[in-house]
């Protein structure tokens, strides 16, 4: 923290903020410059609260200087965390590819698709039960009878299950049927179901909040590490811009930033990303370019009659051809897939 | 809505699209264009979903032509919604002041800020017992023992108290001592919490998203209306813009584009809108001359020792002085205080 | 300027950061924290450039502490500048009102709208000859035949004129016509024509760019004061923002950072600012409210036949509605009209 | 077109609508449906403004059906636009590196950068003479002198050069020395420029701005097809959002975007997309892999000691690396480097 008193703070201002520095048990360092004094902050663990200091007279500005996130940070941990679920690991070296639809509908659509993208190459089978609309009068998911499709599903096929879990009533019922539970974009910051999420242990995919500044991302995934679960994987999946071509923006310059900042592993969504099914597969494509350990791709027996998210969903041929650029840009990468 | 053909799509991909409205149980309407087919549909209630058409071949385009919220809507309800809160009534020609600190954090400081913003004029007091917070490793609230104090000054002042509400296992607890119910701007997409605090009957002040169009807040709003509850206020607490010098940019168009579109009552935020203490006052008296039906200012007997927000508190006096400049504005637009 | 090494930066790296400092004639402070150094700078005149320390080793961060302007900084000037335009004072106690079409469109049409909104009681006529339009086979503005009929306006009501200069090429014609020259939105960050205005000891009205920061619109007008001309307002006339159901969004905010930040005169332009005619008395109001040193106001004789932005320009009708608003309110605030 | 009535609107409201289509030649398609009245227009050619109408009584809102840009689009022209520069050729199957500093520093540094990157693989020079700042008082570039400097570097490697022009008086001066000329981010819609460019028929990169849309993008473009010029290239270099760890956020989505709507070459440019050196090659992979023609790179021999722009520039190390990366990617994807 870096506190910076106006050009005409007077000797008694500066001395005040040098006192509430030391009163907090910190260490002040006052820098005079020709215009204004600026005093640095030493002694904290974490980041310091500007609040205190902004409200008092003469103080121009509050500037942070360290990073309020930590478990997260490879500065705590340099090397790449791996989730391995059920032998697939995520994380490492090898690509891992999640499909699925948006929404499970019935038992034909879930097990047609599961099938389908096994076949071609997932191995993790993603689709809602529990779906965030916009309005109170679209689709609103299954629920536990969708849960129990997707079980089905992963008996038939072996692949592993992510599901959203929008609500901390159904955190237990989502976790017997799951081997990841999903926070969707709109949840990122809804704190409780955070720390609920942090304590149950399960493996999460956190989604970006479509607004959301990479430190804010980074401090939700702190909130899920600071509760005592490690097993935490990022997923970008397009922020909001002022573009309206397409349904979000999808934000590549994530990936390598997160990486670089933390240990934890990086999914890439190009379905809701771009939200455009034309464009899913060069999406996909730079999304490994990037850097990506994994991508989740919205895939649908018939896109046309899909009751969420159509748009944006390949169907199983279209999987198949991009799973063929997959192989090729890993392969040119050096990463198998999982 | 409006289903716009590619350029060259045939009269087979065009007739699919006709077909398919007509399965719905809707009426095509075929606009022939020089370049493109445009179809335009009728005889829904609600908003079509756009969905089943953007996969079908040949088509280029869904424009929505209607509104997709309905019971928030003056199209439906023309007259004002008035909500009675023990007798001070939000959304009537009065102009209401709610005020007090952002975080409740002890006895002595909500019973002070109760008492002073009680005398100068305020008829709600505002307070945190649970609060969200970007970091785990920053002060989370007082929780019950929060909601005690309210209630205490509430008992002792007259005031009503609005308090936020972030878990729906807090629901009823929170109700038992609170008039109104806050969701958090980070909230306004928790459908699930919606839902319990529509069915809840309390009145509800809902924060606008940062990042949410209004649209997106009127849909929230339409969340808590269709499951049962009409006592609904809109509160405009600042968007997230590129600018960095202040905490949020308090979105003033909100104002009366919200008072056209919708029948709720609308409150303005100007502490956490513009995030500065200094810059407050410009933007309550802004607020109030665009229309807002309330405002809710952060007040604290010492904002330099605040536990959170202390940077955009004002104290008793500066507060003192922006009622003075309230009831100006306000009488110069021929609105009372509540 | 403050630099902040990474945690493991060794002494040799953070030792190279200090030389530089010092070979560029600064004086460095150094930090030494339990995680890592910063290094603070003083002894510059204006902003250090963070370039050269961004690419050293170990570098982790630049934190810029000052701001970068200073003609247009209260810091340097602290009383308010008045722009004396042929005896109205812009920037004084007086409310000034600015009004007129978009576009010059014909004499009858320009004639109509200055003799109306005389009347009503503005003082200056607003009115563009040149357009920027975002399609090439838009409207274009009348061009000199514009300045000529706004100049005649003009003689005939004394309204002060101001008009909009789109390239350096037309700036003595457009100066030999008008009283103010304006720069319009897409135009403030054209540096070459900022530059060539500058030096033209114009009043200028500079036009914040919908997607610029506050700092950046006070850099832009550092440009023309640095080139000589302290005779300029700054005009707030909304930023672009996630909203669609607004043309763009007024950002109020702007007048009070911008008031204590700068000398200079703020103008509130609602017509644009909201883009929806009968939104705009609201705007306007509170754009007085916020502290606005003048209000910019669209108004057509007839809007429906209005060659660009009909649908945010006022009949005359509305306007002397709206002037009897602006009347309560600036009379409430103190304010005469200019 | 399609013009929306509110749900009220009486009979003689839209029959008015419906005869001011008529009196433009256009004829009018009117779909009554349950709640209101929709009116079609066809016999268009271009958009129609929704200025005329969006004024009228009865009116709600005004829907663009079409897109307004025509000659860049694939509509017009199905098959890829190639450039031809001096025999590279750009949008074709070969990809194209574009290589150098941001500014033309001196002799010693800008023949050291070209002989270094055309050794390296690029055959494109980039560097600027004359440079947009945010600062009056940064450095704004070497004029003319740096234009000779590129020219010597050019004559003596065979690269090809491509400068930013900023102002139209120095167009020809420019023209006479460059192969390509740069239409900087911040003069995308600096109408009277592209229309000089237009007419000047060089080959033009078009840098989209950091907040414009696609459509505005295209419709830049569009102004200097317009006027005559076919051959020009856009160049996505980073949009601003709420990000502040990376200088801009490079939007990758716009190229499989762009390529779709529009016949024209798209170029990336990671270095100011992304604005930190050690994340450059993983921006440009992603670009390659999106479908990116051409990607332009900032490369400095000694980048701690730029005049601007020093980190994001890589050293021709760093660049010789990128290179190694690009070939893999480009061969992937099956496109040689011309």
Do not use: W
């Amino acid at each position: 923290m870096l506190i910076v008193m106006k050009p005409h703070a007077g000797p008694a201002e500066v001395e005040a903020v040098v006192e509430k520095i030391r009163a907090l048990g910190l260490t002040p360092h006052a820098i005079p410059g020709a215009q204004r004094v600026a005093i640095g902050i030493t002694g904290n663990k974490g980041a310091v609260d500007p609040g205190p200091f902004a409200a008092m007279p003469g103080v121009a500005d509050c500037i942070r200087v360290s990073q309020p996130f930590k478990l997260v940070s490879r500065e705590v941990k340099e090397e790449d965390t791996v989730i391995d679920v059920g032998g697939v690991r995520l994380g490492g070296p090898a690509l891992v590819v999640m499909a699925g639809p948006c929404s499970v509908e019935s038992k034909d659509q879930i097990l047609e698709a599961a099938h389908g993208v096994k076949r071609l190459g997932a191995t993790f089978l993603r689709g809602g039960a529990f779906k965030p609309r916009t309005s109170p009068y679209e689709f609103q998911g299954l629920g536990e009878e969708g849960l129990k499709l997707l079980s089905l599903a992963r008996e038939q096929t072996g692949l592993k299950v992510v599901t959203e879990v929008m609500d901390a009533d159904d955190l237990s019922m989502c976790a017997e049927y799951a081997d990841v539970l999903q926070v969707g974009a709109r949840n990122m910051q809804n704190f409780s179901l955070l720390k609920k999420l942090g304590a149950s242990g399960k493996p999460i995919l956190l989604k970006r909040g479509p607004a959301a500044t990479l430190r804010e991302f980074l401090m939700a995934a702190e909130y899920l590490v600071a509760h005592g679960n490690y097993r935490v994987a990022l997923c970008e999946r397009g922020i909001r811009t002022f573009e309206t071509m397409t349904r979000n923006t999808l934000d590549l310059n994530a990936v390598p930033v997160l990486k670089a900042l933390s240990h934890l592993p990086v999914v890439v969504d190009p379905s809701h990303g771009i939200g455009l099914r034309r464009h899913v597969p060069a999406m996909a494509r730079a999304g490994i370019a990037a850097g990506a350990d994994a991508i989740l791709v919205e895939v649908h027996p018939r896109p046309e009659a899909a009751l969420s998210d159509g748009q944006q969903s390949l169907s199983l041929g279209e999987f198949g051809e991009l799973m063929g650029q997959v192989r090729i840009i890993a392969g040119a990468l050096g990463r198998p897939l999982a």
